[in-house]
């Protein structure tokens, strides 16, 4: 079992930043690849972004790359999301997730959730 704790949510101008991050415990964080997810209302839940267990390798949805970076830092079993130049449509309920296998976009490859963590942006 992995439990995972998202905090750093909040409310933001327009071209703001914030930095989400996901905290483990349980099983070692070093093993599992993490992705960040998001919901907005009325909406599926989508991918954001996902990085590799040992954080070599980055992805990132069209619509974020190049406002928003992830990283990690297995020594304290946490996950980042640094979001900059953030939109009213970047508002959304932030998941972070944990899974065995590769890093990926689909919600089934990751096997731990946290509660999420509200961003929201104003225009």
């Known amino acids: 079992q992995v439990q995972l704790v998202e905090s750093g949510g909040g409310l933001v101008q327009a071209g703001g930043s914030l930095r989400l991050s996901c905290a483990a415990s349980?099983?070692?964080?070093?093993?599992?690849?993490m992705g960040w997810f998001r919901q907005a209302p009325g909406k599926e839940r989508e991918f954001v972004s996902s990085?590799?267990?040992?954080?070599?390798?980055?992805y990132y949805a069209d619509s974020v790359r190049g406002r928003f970076t992830i990283s990690r830092d297995n020594a304290k079993n946490t996950a980042y999301l640094q979001m900059n130049s953030l939109k009213p449509e970047d508002t959304a309920v932030y998941y972070c997730?944990?899974?065995?296998?590769?890093?990926?976009?689909?919600?089934?490859?990751?096997?731990?959730w946290g509660q999420g963590t509200q961003v929201t942006v104003s225009s």
């Open positions: 997730a944990a899974g065995r296998g590769i890093p990926t976009d689909r919600i089934r490859d990751y096997d731990y």
């Open positions: 349980g099983r070692t964080f070093s093993f599992y690849a």
């Open positions: 990085i590799s267990k040992s954080g070599g390798n980055t």
